[in-house]
């Protein structure tokens, strides 16, 4: 197994055990100016719903497969929607994620409940999420921890173009440092990307084939 590297200043690793002290959410959120704040804990697929700074209720959660993770960080609540479509149970809260759409919602597939097993959104179980739905509100902090690169057991992902997450963006930033990357870092494997790629590997010597393997992973000094 290989250990993940953290690189200073790019959100490598977000909110690894965060606790009470840590989870004040921002102001202005919840009912009766309560102060909601929910955690999402991927190692043991769980989600923790903190009021004014104490637990207030844990719920049992599905996350994102290997090939599609679940982003990781800091995160807010942009929009809430009842019956939102087929697939996504009876409620949906959606998440300010840059690469994609993402939230937390129902599902009709309730046996995936405690696994990795969506396309990256957060599922909970119908009745849990209709709660959840009633107690935060639009600007609520949703932290989700864990390493952009995945579980520590876990090599790192293999990305082409077409891909997109957290891991990307962590890619784009150090090419962009390297001086390789001109674009921008949002997260989305692109052309652009591909192409700095590329040049990265050529200038190391390494497979010009503009994938990001475990030999580009080590070459950039994300995992030893």
């Known amino acids: 197994m290989r ?4 690189v200073l200043g790019l959100m490598c690793i977000i909110a690894l055990g965060a606790g009470p002290d840590s989870l004040m959410a921002a102001p202005g959120t919840n009912n009766n100016a ?4 929910i955690v999402i804990d991927p190692l ?3 989600l923790t719903l903190y009021i004014d700074g ?4 844990t719920y049992p959660i599905a996350l994102g497969k290997r090939e599609t993770p679940t ?6 609540v942009i929009n ?3 019956n939102w479509g087929s697939g996504f149970g009876t409620r949906w809260i959606g998440l300010d994620v840059p690469w994609g759409t993402y939230g937390i919602h129902g599902t009709n597939r309730p046996s995936s409940i405690g696994r990795d097993a969506s396309h990256g959104c957060i599922r909970m179980l119908n ?4 709660e959840l739905y009633e107690l935060v509100d639009v600007g609520t902090r949703v932290t989700i921890m864990g390493h952009v ?3 520590p057991q876990m090599e790192a992902r293999r990305l082409a173009k077409g891909a997109s997450g957290a891991d990307v963006q962590l890619i784009q930033h150090l090419l962009r440092n390297a001086g390789y990357f001109h674009g921008v870092c949002n997260g989305k494997f692109g052309p652009s990307t591909e192409r700095a790629l590329k040049a990265f590997e050529r200038d190391h010597k390494l497979p010009v084939d503009g994938v990001m393997s475990q030999h580009d992973y080590l070459e950039l000094g994300l995992v030893e």
Not at 3 to 6: E, G, L, P, R
Not at 34 to 37: E, L, S, T, V
Not at 71 to 76: A, F, R, S, T
């Open 149 to 151: 690169l995945g579980e």
């Open 54 to 57: 104490s637990v207030y209720k």
């Open 34 to 37: 309560r102060q909601a704040h």
């Open 80 to 82: 809430k929607y009842k």
């Open 127 to 130: 009745r849990h999420v209709e």
């Open 44 to 46: 043991k697929n769980r």
């Open 71 to 76: 982003p990781v960080g800091d995160l807010k």
């Open 3 to 6: 250990k993940f590297i953290c």
